[in-house]
């Protein structure tokens, strides 16, 4: 059975038709297997950390539905940890493709459930994925979230047909999986803000529906951090559903706009630079997502303590750099491999002129209501740490090591390598980033008062 939330939510969704979510649902994987692809034989694939975990009753479970078995199960090693790049797409893909009228049951996390779905969308066949714990909102999601050539995007593939999430395996998934998962969720609250930002100034409209699928649940989903550190069953159950729903949401707009702003853009920066990937386990999304929630919402407590005589049009219209100094600096700052796609972003959001002065002209005359909405949907950054710090994972950047300097300049580079307008490219129209970097490194600053991690 599915949450009441989740049942609304699939009734609209154009892609995953079935979800059991709750206790006791494992067992129910053969069944849903069998009702969503008649005929069809399954692979059974996972790596082997996740295939201990839930493997055998999910075998089973195919097997008593009558499933027929393409092979035996496909296991990638359980360490090194497996990443989440194209080369293993391809490996995935390319086995799967000899294999004649075979669907994929994966069974694992983010990692494994994005190469199932992009090998499987590659070939133009549904899948269905087991949740091997509440550590990512991409489950339902359309799309996968794949590095190439060392850029890690969105790739475009459809969400899964059906999602098994069952409470006790995910509680029973090792404590990081689920900091990892309350990381990559408490980054809706930011990304909410600078949607109704987008939203405000003409540039990427709210959708109702699906802005009510991700902030709907989203505050009871995060309000139990200290239950979550425990390992409570309920507790991760209210995680695992705002997760789903945050897929849900990704999956009916096409797009990681409901779920994914600026704090989303600080992991996705360190990811491109391949920050943590040789640690083993990897450094998780989520984790470093909970640190980028924490500076993006330090970032949306400056802003809204701003007044509209602040918003300077003058100063905005000296402070534009011309495209060859865009070019020039974005290419001094980032890795080669990554470059040419930050380029084209950074040249993308560019706005001078009489475009630049229409745009402070109605960031003024909304100022007010978008300041209270605003202020309605953030928390404080010192929440954040301290949730973030309560339920396990870690708050600061020196817990993922990344120096004072380093983390100083994601603040900038954050802003190159997405064309999603936040909180950053705010600042940078304004002319102001790099007024608000040093005003939140100053020693009065939130990131002055909190140099190293408390004890």
Same mark, same amino acid.
């Given at each position: 059975?599915?949450?009441?939330?989740?049942?609304?939510?699939?009734?609209?969704?154009?892609?995953?038709?079935?979800?059991?979510?709750?206790?006791?649902?494992?067992?129910?994987?053969?069944?849903?297997?069998?009702?969503?692809?008649?005929?069809?034989?399954?692979?059974?694939?996972?790596?082997?950390?996740?295939?201990?975990?839930?493997?055998?009753?999910?075998?089973?479970?195919?097997?008593?539905?009558?499933?027929?078995?393409?092979?035996?199960?496909?296991?990638?090693?359980?360490?090194?940890?497996?990443?989440?790049?194209?080369?293993?797409?391809?490996?995935?893909?390319?086995?799967?493709?000899?294999?004649?009228?075979?669907?994929?049951?994966?069974?694992?996390?983010? %990692?494994?459930?994005?190469?199932?779905?992009?090998?499987?969308?590659?070939?133009?066949?549904?899948?269905?994925?087991?949740?091997?714990?509440?550590?990512?909102?991409?489950?339902?999601?359309?799309?996968?979230?794949?590095?190439?050539?060392?850029?890690?995007?969105?790739?475009?593939?459809?969400?899964?047909?059906?999602?098994?999430?069952?409470?006790?395996?995910?509680?029973?998934?090792?404590?990081?999986?689920?900091?990892?998962?309350?990381?990559?969720?408490?980054?809706?609250?930011?990304?909410?803000?600078?949607?109704?930002?987008?939203?405000?100034?003409?540039?990427?409209?709210?959708?109702?529906?699906?802005?009510?699928?991700?902030?709907?649940?989203?505050?009871?989903?995060?309000?139990?951090?200290?239950?979550?550190?425990?390992?409570?069953?309920?507790?991760?159950?209210?995680?695992?559903?705002?997760?789903?729903?945050?897929?849900?949401?990704?999956?009916?707009?096409?797009?990681?706009?409901?779920?994914?702003?600026?704090?989303?853009?600080?992991?996705?920066?360190?990811?491109?630079?391949?920050?943590?990937?040789?640690?083993?386990?990897?450094?998780?999304?989520?984790?470093?997502?909970?640190?980028?929630?924490?500076?993006?919402?330090?970032?949306?407590?400056?802003?809204?303590?701003?007044?509209?005589?602040d918003f300077d049009i003058d100063h905005a219209l000296a402070s534009v750099k011309s495209p060859e100094y865009i070019e020039s600096?974005?290419?001094?700052?980032?890795?080669?491999?990554?470059?040419?796609?930050?380029?084209?972003?950074?040249?993308?959001?560019?706005?001078?002129?009489?475009?630049?002065?229409?745009?402070?002209?109605?960031?003024?005359?909304?100022?007010?209501?978008?300041?209270?909405?605003?202020?309605?949907?953030?928390?404080?950054?010192?929440?954040?740490?301290?949730?973030?710090?309560?339920?396990?994972?870690?708050?600061?950047?020196?817990?993922?090591?990344?120096?004072?300097?380093?983390?100083?300049? %994601?603040?900038?580079?954050?802003?190159?390598?997405?064309?999603?307008?936040?909180?950053?490219?705010?600042? %940078?129209?304004?002319?102001?980033?790099?007024?608000?970097?040093?005003?939140?490194?100053?020693?009065?600053?939130?990131?002055?008062?909190?140099?190293?991690?408390?004890?």
């Amino acid at each position: 059975m599915a949450s009441e939330l989740i049942d609304k939510a699939l009734k609209t969704a154009d892609e995953t038709k079935a979800i059991a979510f709750g206790d006791d649902v494992l067992g129910e994987t053969g069944k849903i297997f069998a009702e969503q692809f008649p005929g069809v034989r399954v692979l059974v694939v996972a790596d082997e950390n996740t295939f201990a975990a839930a493997g055998e009753t999910v075998v089973a479970s195919l097997k008593e539905a009558g499933v027929e078995f393409a092979e035996d199960p496909y296991l990638f090693p359980g360490k090194p940890t497996v990443y989440a790049g194209y080369e293993n797409v391809e490996i995935l893909r390319d086995h799967v493709k000899v294999l004649d009228n075979t669907f994929i049951c994966s069974i694992g996390g983010g %990692t494994i459930n994005d190469l199932a779905k992009l090998a499987s969308g590659e070939l133009g066949r549904q899948y269905l994925n087991v949740c091997s714990a509440a550590s990512v909102d991409g489950y339902a999601a359309f799309g996968a979230s794949i590095a190439k050539d060392g850029f890690k995007i969105t790739r475009d593939c459809p969400a899964p047909q059906a999602l098994v999430a069952d409470n006790a395996v995910m509680a029973a998934a090792p404590a990081r999986l689920t900091y990892t998962g309350y990381g990559d969720l408490i980054e809706k609250i930011p990304a909410g803000a600078d949607w109704i930002l987008a939203d405000r100034l003409g540039i990427e409209a709210i959708d109702p529906y699906v802005w009510s699928l991700v902030q709907g649940p989203l505050r009871e989903s995060l309000a139990h951090p200290a239950e979550l550190a425990a390992g409570d069953l309920k507790a991760i159950e209210l995680l695992g559903e705002g997760q789903i729903m945050s897929g849900l949401a990704m999956q009916a707009a096409k797009s990681s706009r409901p779920a994914s702003g600026a704090g989303h853009q600080f992991s996705h920066t360190w990811e491109m630079e391949g920050h943590g990937l040789d640690w083993e386990p990897p450094l998780s999304h989520g984790m470093k997502v909970g640190v980028g929630t924490i500076a993006s919402l330090a970032m949306w407590e400056l802003f809204l303590k701003m007044e509209p005589e602040d918003f300077d049009i003058d100063h905005a219209l000296a402070s534009v750099k011309s495209p060859e100094y865009i070019e020039s600096t974005v290419r001094s700052m980032l890795l080669p491999r990554i470059q040419g796609e930050a380029v084209k972003h950074s040249l993308n959001k560019r706005t001078e002129g009489d475009e630049l002065v229409a745009r402070i002209e109605l960031l003024k005359k909304v100022w007010p209501e978008l300041r209270e909405s605003a202020a309605k949907q953030i928390i404080p950054a010192q929440d954040a740490m301290d949730r973030i710090k309560t339920v396990g994972g870690p708050y600061h950047p020196e817990m993922l090591e990344i120096d004072w300097d380093r983390f100083r300049e %994601t603040h900038f580079k954050a802003q190159m390598i997405r064309s999603r307008y936040t909180i950053l490219d705010i600042f %940078t129209d304004l002319g102001i980033l790099d007024t608000v970097v040093e005003e939140l490194f100053s020693p009065e600053g939130f990131w002055g008062q909190h140099r190293h991690p408390e004890a």
